[in-house]
């Protein structure tokens, strides 16, 4: 018998998540008509992919989402599939040529995302719901039997989007849901929900392995659920018939619930059982210690993982394979300067106070939650915040920044250093210098829509960053330069400075030595 073991994936949740509570249309019951929708116009481009033109309608015109918001989530799904570089450099020179808002509309009309995916997609969104009733009464999910361990060993509440056995009881509590919104329109009943007749096709199972992978019988390979669906004896277990390329809805959806395990790759497993990284050293006369972990078992198929906390009053600079392509969280770190030199998949940076972070090119997003005072420096696809207070963001970004929820006294400032892998790290990823939207954020939640929570750093307080250390590679300069404002400054401040040096040699001052009376 072939022992199916599957998880909840973490990219979709790490990455693909908005955390910030999604828009009440984007329940299930509107889901479900959406899905109705698309498929009853196949040949428009709803389905079984559906077009930016046709997303940007349903959103725009059914759902009520503003058309920037609409492309946010079309855009963040484009973020989560398996990375392309060469192809997102392509996109990025298609989009930097566009001389006008119709011809960027022209360039994304030609995008397309497959429906059911998407669907499921907007469905995990509620992952950042809050429910105020459940939230008075002590239920809010998840409960306080999904929390997860600490770096310590200790039990304590985790960031939702991190916590796979978070990940694991919101797929359990909501797979009917998520099932159903992948049936075709003949499999409900008038109200829309299965029936102990209905079938599941295998392009649904297909699109549920957005979310869900495992293995089969130990083994170390891992696979996607619609290919150890129909590993050898997994048929007879789920019901899969050849005959009907379906399986029966309630043998399905049993043999998830009875398969479903913690991902082995999560922020669990790195935690309980990862490795432990000597990174950082424990400082004199503190009782902090640093505590960083990465996971203990790497396969191609899953992206790597490395947590770090505790780093205090330190300097800590990394460029390392175990960093390449990782998720990187980063957490309670505080008045220390932290580089890690290394492309990246995604980072996020929770509850850090008065230091400064230098990462590596960041392929997904980069999530700074209830900072203070921190300074971020790096390129990287997005940029989100939520509950920050005065921390200044150095970006190179092609998206515009996210200004979430509960921020004051945010800056915006240009990309300004370098190191020598720099460039050939950022083509690693599918960076490019162009377009570059860092100054112009996007205020994503009711409650952040007052423009006063941010400003663009002046000029006059802006400074090149200097990396101090000694590496292979050949970028010489900040990729793309600076603005001409801010270059201005620059060239300016660096004048007066030749001008007193000048001042004071043609002087002629002669040495005065001190001496205390």
């Not at 299965?194 to 130990?218: D, M, P, Q």
């Not at 497993?269 to 996971?295: D, F, H, M, P, Y």
């Not at 929820?405 to 915006?412: D, I, L």
């Not at 010489?476 to 400075?497: C, D, F, I």
Request: glycine content about 4%; charged content about 20%; aromatic content about 8%.
């Amino acid at each position: 018998m072939a022992a199916a073991r599957l998880w909840v994936k973490t990219e979709p949740f790490v990455v693909g998540v908005l955390p910030a509570p999604p828009p009440a249309r984007l329940g299930p019951h509107y889901l479900r008509k959406m899905s109705a929708y698309c498929r009853a116009r196949a040949g428009e481009g709803c389905f079984p992919r559906l077009s930016w033109p046709r997303w940007r309608h349903i959103a725009c015109g059914k759902l009520q989402l503003d058309r920037g918001l609409a492309w946010l989530y079309f855009e963040l799904f484009h973020s989560v599939l398996r990375p392309d570089p060469p192809r997102r450099l392509e996109w990025a020179e298609a989009e930097a040529a566009c001389g006008s808002a119709e011809e960027l509309e022209r360039e994304r009309s030609k995008l397309s995302v497959d429906t059911l995916q998407f669907l499921l997609f907007l469905y995990i969104q509620q992952v950042s719901k809050v429910s105020l009733r459940r939230s008075l009464i002590g239920e809010e999910w998840p409960s306080p039997r999904t929390k997860s361990p600490s770096l310590s060993g200790k039990s304590a509440s985790e960031n939702k989007i991190w916590n796979d056995q978070d990940h694991r009881a919101f797929v359990q509590s909501h797979l009917l849901e998520m099932l159903e919104l992948l049936l075709e329109p003949e499999q409900l009943s008038a109200s829309s929900h299965s029936t102990h007749t209905s079938l599941v096709s295998y392009e649904a199972v297909c699109a549920l392995s957005f979310l869900i992978e495992g293995t089969v019988n130990k083994s170390r390979a891992v696979h996607p659920l619609h290919e150890l669906a129909l590993w050898q004896s997994c048929p007879g277990q789920n019901g899969y018939s050849k005959v009907s390329r379906a399986f029966p809805f309630p043998k399905l959806e049993s043999w998830l619930r009875s398969c479903l395990m913690t991902n082995p790759f999560g922020m669990t497993a790195c935690l309980k059982s990862g490795k432990k990284l000597a990174w950082a050293q424990q400082v004199e006369g503190t009782t902090r210690r640093a505590k960083i972990a990465c996971n203990t078992r790497v396969v191609p198929e899953v992206f790597p993982m490395v947590i770090m906390s505790q780093v205090y009053k330190q300097t800590l600079a990394k460029s390392s394979d175990t960093l390449v392509g990782a998720h990187v969280r980063i957490h309670r770190c505080n008045e220390s300067f932290i580089y890690l030199l290394s492309p990246l998949r995604s980072v996020t940076i929770e509850k850090c106070r008065n230091s400064t972070f230098v990462l590596g090119p960041v392929q997904a997003s980069v999530h700074v939650h209830s900072c203070d005072n921190i300074k971020v420096i790096v390129v990287c696809h997005r940029l989100s915040l939520s509950s920050t207070a005065g921390c200044t963001f150095y970006t190179l970004t092609p998206t515009q920044p996210l200004i979430l929820s509960g921020n004051q006294a945010v800056s915006f400032a240009p990309f300004h250093t370098h190191y020598p892998m720099l460039e050939d790290h950022m083509a690693q990823v599918g960076l490019a210098t162009l377009p570059n939207y860092w100054d112009s954020p996007m205020l994503v939640c009711k409650e952040s829509s007052d423009m006063s929570v941010f400003r663009l750093l002046p000029p006059s307080d802006f400074y090149t960053f200097v990396i101090p250390f000694e590496m292979e590679g050949d970028t010489m300069e900040t990729p793309g330069g600076l603005p001409h404002a801010y270059q201005k400054a620059l060239s300016q401040r660096e004048q007066n400075v030749q001008i007193w040096q000048k001042t004071v040699k043609e002087a002629g001052l002669t040495n005065v030595a001190c001496c205390r009376g």
